[in-house]
Every structure is written in structure tokens, then in C-alpha cells.
């Protein structure tokens, strides 16, 4: 059966852009071409088209274009490869998909989709205290850390203002570190948009809320053997 984003991709080539058939069938060849690539270099063992993580897609997508053969392959080829994989990645990411809202229906299946086997993970986690995180909310009075005038909603478990536990330092840069980042000096309470902001805001928005945080923990994080400047709090974590 055809990978499902591989038909959409399809439909939308045809459908949304109303491409010919012959251009359809290029985009198609070089991202073929890529899979039988990134295959070759023991980067994935199916399709590209069975990535389903974005930031993996995009992760292959440097790693292809800094490898030496494929650049030779994509020159010898005038660039169709990388152009192909740069398409599909603007519509992976929804870019090419921004005001499309009357056309979506046109990617929608002739037939219903059926579900594929369940896929199995395997993955390690650094360990990470609910107990912690409660108490944080707690200790902050169920306010935002950034403005503690932020408003949410009233949850149902707590009947308090619903508010989100975060990690100044993610907690999956512990490697880096001798000493436990899952640590009352390096958990801080935010609301949701504040929390959604600091991991995907503009970078120069998070930057100034990294610095406020730093200026608010830096001192209780020496205490719990995580030392650093300001600078290099904010770059280690703008970096990940």
C-alpha cells in the first residue's frame, strides 16, 4: 500500500496545484531517488514518505545536503533532487499549504484511508519527577512565572488556574551536565502561552525570556551545580 502522505502529496501536486502529470511524476522521481539515497546511507530503512516527524525530515535533509555524493548526484542532476526534497519539505511543513482552506477538501481520499499496523518505539527517556512538577505549580501559586497576571482557565483535576511545568535547561540536554537538571531551580511554572512561546516563539522574544528566567535562578542553579553565564544559558538552550 502507498504510504499515505505520499498520496496526498500526489493529490496535491495535481489536485491543489494543477500540475501536469509529467511534473507530478519528476517531484516524485527525485524524492525516490532521495529515499534510495538516504537508504544507501543507512539513514532510513523505508520510504522518506514513512518520516512522520518534521524535525527529523528536516534533520535528513541537512545531513543529505552536506554529503559529498549526493552533492555530486544532485550538480550532475542540475539541482532536481534538492529542489524535490526542498517542495516536499515546504509541504510537510504546511508552508505551501497557507490559504488553501477552500481547496483542502480536494486532498481528501476517493476512498477511506484504513489504518496501518500499530508501529512500535523504542526510545530512552531521562527520568523526570511528577511529584516535582506538581510542586512547582504549587510554589508559584498556580501563576506565571513570566507575568503573574496571565490568565487560563480553571482546571478540573486541581480547580486552580490550569498552569504548565517547564524545564529552564531541557531536561534531554542532561547529558551535558554532572548534576540533575529535574531540580526545583531549574523548574519554573508558566502558562500555556508562555510555555508554547519559550519553545517556539520568535528567537529574539525567547532569548529576553531566557535572560529573565537566568536573572530570576541563576544563583539557586549554581547551588544545584549547573554554572553559567548568561549568555551561554540562553545560546545552550536557542541552540537545541
Known amino acids: 500500500m502507498e504510504p499515505l502522505l505520499k498520496t496526498y502529496y500526489k493529490r496535491y501536486l495535481s489536485e491543489v496545484r494543477r500540475l501536469k502529470p509529467s511534473t507530478v511524476k519528476h517531484y516524485c522521481d527525485a524524492l525516490n531517488n532521495i529515499t534510495r539515497h538516504l537508504q544507501g546511507m543507512k539513514m532510513i530503512e523505508g520510504s522518506i514518505y514513512d ?4 524535525h527529523q525530515l528536516k534533520d535528513l ?7 559529498p555524493s549526493f552533492i555530486a ?3 550532475k542532476g542540475n539541482q532536481m533532487y534538492s529542489a524535490g526534497l526542498n517542495n516536499y519539505v515546504k509541504f510537510a511543513e504546511g508552508t505551501n499549504l497557507l490559504g488553501l482552506h477552500h481547496d483542502v477538501a480536494k486532498l481528501d481520499m476517493p476512498m477511506p484511508v484504513r489504518t496501518e499496523e500499530p508501529r512500535h518505539y523504542e526510545a530512552k527517556h531521562w527520568a523526570r519527577s511528577d511529584i516535582l512538577r ?7 501559586d498556580y501563576h506565571c512565572e513570566m507575568d503573574g497576571r496571565h490568565q487560563t482557565f ?5 480547580h486552580k488556574p490550569y498552569m504548565e511545568s517547564h524545564h529552564a535547561i531541557t531536561i534531554h540536554l542532561q547529558s551535558r551536565f554532572s ?13 500555556p502561552v508562555c510555555h508554547r512561546k519559550i519553545h517556539y516563539g520568535l528567537r529574539d522574544e ?6 529573565e528566567i537566568y536573572e ?12 553559567m553565564g548568561k549568555e551561554e544559558f540562553a545560546d545552550l538552550i536557542l541552540a537545541d
Open 51 to 54: 518520516i512522520l516527524d518534521l
Open 61 to 67: 535533509r541537512t545531513i543529505l545536503f552536506a554529503d
Open 73 to 75: 548526484q544532485n550538480k
Open 134 to 140: 506538581e510542586q512547582t505549580l504549587a510554589v508559584a
Open 154 to 158: 480553571v482546571a478540573e483535576r486541581t
Open 179 to 191: 548534576y540533575s537538571l529535574d531540580v526545583y531551580a531549574n523548574l519554573i511554572c508558566l502558562c
Open 206 to 211: 525567547r532569548r529576553e525570556m531566557l535572560y
Open 216 to 227: 530570576k535562578r541563576h544563583e539557586r542553579l549554581a547551588h544545584s551545580g549547573i554554572t
